[in-house]
């Protein structure tokens, strides 16, 4: 029967450490399941002193114990996703720019041609004397006349 070691006591391990300075953490970690039906401590998957090489060993060591049932799901889940990509920036760019350039046949094709204005479009390079003009719609713009009596007794006849 062996003893419960205490916070205090000096660890079992034999590194003249207290048990909670060194083993405690360890022992607490929680188990997690793995697909062999095994329980296994993070600490033991991967050891922080050789995590440098360990981890294309572990990565190595995982890929065998896989089975020929589980290569074949990842395959199809492969051939699945394998052409669908994730819009980012670039793929939205490229889509614009081949939209771009569909635009700019057709407008050859049908005989349009772009005008070269050679103004800026940077605000810094204008004058101090340069005003834009820009509508802005208020409420009034939307405003729909009432009808008056006269309009009404025309649209009566």
Known sequence: ????????????????????QCCLKKDSQPARYTSEGKFKFSAEVVNPNTAGNSCTQLFQRLSGSISSEQKQVV??????TKNKTPLGKK???????????????QLKKHDFQVMDTNLSLDPSNRGDDFV??????????????????????????
């Open 1 to 20: 029967m062996t003893k419960k070691v205490n916070r205090n006591d000096p660890c079992p391990c034999g590194s003249n450490k207290k048990y909670k």
């Open 75 to 80: 395959d199809k889940y492969y051939e699945i």
């Open 91 to 105: 793929t939205i760019k490229k889509a614009k720019s081949k939209e771009d350039r569909l635009v700019s046949e």
């Open 132 to 157: 834009t003009e820009e509508f802005i719609p208020t409420q009034e713009d939307y405003r729909i006349s009432e009808n008056t009596d006269s309009d009404l007794e025309e649209n009566n006849q």
